[in-house]
């Protein structure tokens, strides 16, 4: 009997994150299951060094061209190959060296990648929800034509994908997307008006990456999810809900046209959903914590504030109105969090930036793929200059 395990090689795009890193711990625990073949960064060129030196991965890119010749230097003495620049990242996404790819770019650079690993026929698990946010209708169609599997990595949409397994001819009549609320839960804006940039990485259940936690600091992250599901589980707009949950126990739920109502739970560790998405169909043993419910006292639930935190109300006009917008205030919304993270607007502004930006830029009611490249183009440039950057 045949008792050999296929090892299934990983193409790690964004390996420094928080969810690479996560990842990379998650793989070095699964030596038998996962190899490491494709490594990528932007700037944080010293952990990708690190990184590469220990999992020893056939290529790594460093999209930040100037960073190539140190990375390229200290990686001589070994066998992996060495390539720089965005159209590299784009390359290394259609080569045949591996079998998924862990889209974990932040942002919008992770569109391209994204789109040409699946045209090569490459399972995607995806931690980027800003790929189906600008450009959706183009990526769910392309996987489907190509019949890739997509898996999302995010902790809500992963506990989606995890209630509908087995319920494929079920209809489903709403999904719940659970919320913390954020570090501000039940702040009103005269508190928001001097929150500063520190404050706002703070938050209270999970451990993320700089420009996530901002985004869950003004809900928009939630917003972003919606989109992402709509496109993501094939729903209409108004199939799609959110509840603060500050708890963060219950991922989400889906509804049934029954009524009946299937939820995930598990404690806030992003490694969970992460493993289940590179392991997917099987589950894995590990030693992550358990919940242990004789300690949880209570589980509460509440509607988001969404006239305090208007990024919320700007993502759900952009869900149901569709075309360019949701393109366009994704664009918008990365140059404000960049803005504020480098103090030059306050906490509220990004708002009114974002808001500005998606009242001037043309809408498009059905874009190509050119026209999302030009509208997040125009946007980011028109938010750019409402701020001065």
């Not at 999992?55 to 390539?83: Q, R």
């Not at 420009?211 to 599901?229: P, Q, R, V, Y």
């Not at 589980?233 to 009946?260: R, T």
């Not at 208007?310 to 075309?323: F, P, S, T, V, Y």
Request: proline content about 4%.
């Amino acid at each position: 009997m045949n008792t050999t395990t296929t090892i299934k090689r990983i193409a790690l795009f964004g390996s420094t994150g928080s969810i690479g890193v996560q990842a990379l711990e998650v793989i070095e625990a699964n030596p038998d299951k996962f190899s490491v073949e494709v490594l990528t960064c932007s700037n944080n060129v010293d952990l990708l060094i690190q990184q590469a030196l220990k999992f020893k991965p056939n290529i790594v890119v460093v999209s930040n061209e100037e960073k190539y010749k140190k990375v390229k230097d200290l990686l001589a003495s070994t066998d992996t190959k060495v390539f720089a620049g965005e159209r590299a990242l784009e390359e290394v996404a259609s080569m045949d060296v591996y079998d998924l790819m862990l889209a974990a770019i932040v942002g919008y650079a992770g569109l391209k990648p994204t789109l040409n690993a699946i045209k090569a026929g490459k399972a995607v698990a995806l931690a980027n929800k800003e790929t189906l946010v600008v450009a959706g209708d183009i990526i769910m169609q392309t996987a489907y034509e190509k019949r890739v599997p997509i898996i999302p990595v995010d902790s809500e949409h992963s506990a989606i994908f995890q209630c509908l397994v087995g319920e494929v001819r079920n209809p489903v009549e709403k999904i719940i997307l659970t919320a913390s609320g954020g570090p501000f839960l039940g702040r009103k804006p005269n508190y928001l008006v001097n929150v500063k940039r520190d404050h706002a990485l703070q938050h209270p259940n999970w451990s993320m990456g700089a420009k996530i936690s901002i985004d869950s600091a003004t809900l928009m992250n939630k917003g972003l999810e919606m989109i992402e599901a709509k496109w993501l589980f094939n729903l209409k707009a108004e199939q799609i809900e959110v509840l603060v949950h500050p708890q963060s126990i219950i991922h989400s739920m889906v509804q049934f046209e029954d009524g009946s109502v299937k939820g995930q739970m598990g404690l806030p560790d992003m490694k969970l959903p992460i493993q289940y998405a590179l392991a997917f169909p099987k589950r894995i043993k590990n030693d992550f914590p358990r919940m242990d419910f004789k300690k949880i006292r209570t589980l509460t639930f509440e509607e988001p504030d969404v006239k305090t935190f208007r990024n919320l109300a700007l993502a759900i006009e952009a869900l149901h109105k569709g075309g360019n917008l949701p393109c366009v205030m994704n664009a918008a919304n990365e140059i404000a969090v960049y803005a504020f993270l480098r103090n030059r607007i306050g906490f509220l502004e990004m708002t009114d930036v974002i808001e500005e930006t998606m009242q001037k830029v043309s809408f498009l009611s059905r874009p190509s793929l050119q026209d999302y490249l030009d509208s997040d183009a125009e946007a980011r440039n028109y938010a750019a200059d409402l701020i001065k950057l």
